[in-house]
């Protein structure tokens, strides 16, 4: 069953001039792994952890370091989450994510679906 589905846009080029901007910003908001990134890479991922809040239904107090995009063997990007977004996601019966990624056009994009065995 489908708990909640998410989506949300970023544009790369302005990301990427709030994190040369704001030198402390990409520790808040990726993970030491996903830190070494390209810059259209952390858009994506950024608007993928966007998406998966909204797709929880935007509850306060998640950090954005409990969750984290990484790349299958096969390319496709999966969701990872633990701390805060692990507790939200518990209370609402989440024990799958489905992850879609894509950036064209100066513009990065992700769909988040949760979900649930129920």
Same mark, same amino acid.
């Given at each position: 069953?489908?708990?909640? *589905?998410g989506i949300d846009v970023v544009d790369v080029d /302005?990301? @990427?001039?709030? #994190?040369? /901007?704001? !030198?402390?910003?990409?520790? +808040?908001?990726?993970?030491?792994?996903e830190r070494g990134l390209h810059p259209r890479s952390?858009?994506?991922?950024?608007?993928?952890?966007?998406?998966?809040?909204?797709?929880?239904?935007? $509850? +306060?107090?998640? =950090?954005?370091?409990?969750?984290?995009? =990484?790349?299958? $063997?096969?390319? +496709? !990007?999966?969701?990872?989450?633990?701390?805060? *977004?692990? @507790?939200?996601?518990? =209370?609402?019966? *989440?024990?799958?994510?489905?992850?879609? #990624?894509?950036?064209?056009?100066?513009?990065?994009v992700a769909v988040v679906i949760a979900e649930s $065995?129920?």
């Amino acid at each position: 069953m489908i708990v909640g *589905v998410g989506i949300d846009v970023v544009d790369v080029d /302005r990301f @990427a001039k709030s #994190l040369e /901007r704001t !030198p402390g910003l990409a520790t +808040r908001l990726f993970t030491e792994i996903e830190r070494g990134l390209h810059p259209r890479s952390l858009a994506a991922r950024f608007a993928a952890k966007e998406a998966l809040a909204k797709a929880l239904g935007a $509850p +306060r107090g998640l =950090r954005w370091t409990d969750a984290e995009v =990484r790349k299958a $063997p096969d390319g +496709r !990007p999966s969701l990872h989450v633990d701390g805060t *977004v692990a @507790a939200a996601a518990g =209370r609402l019966g *989440v024990t799958a994510w489905h992850v879609s #990624l894509s950036h064209d056009g100066g513009v990065a994009v992700a769909v988040v679906i949760a979900e649930s $065995p129920d």
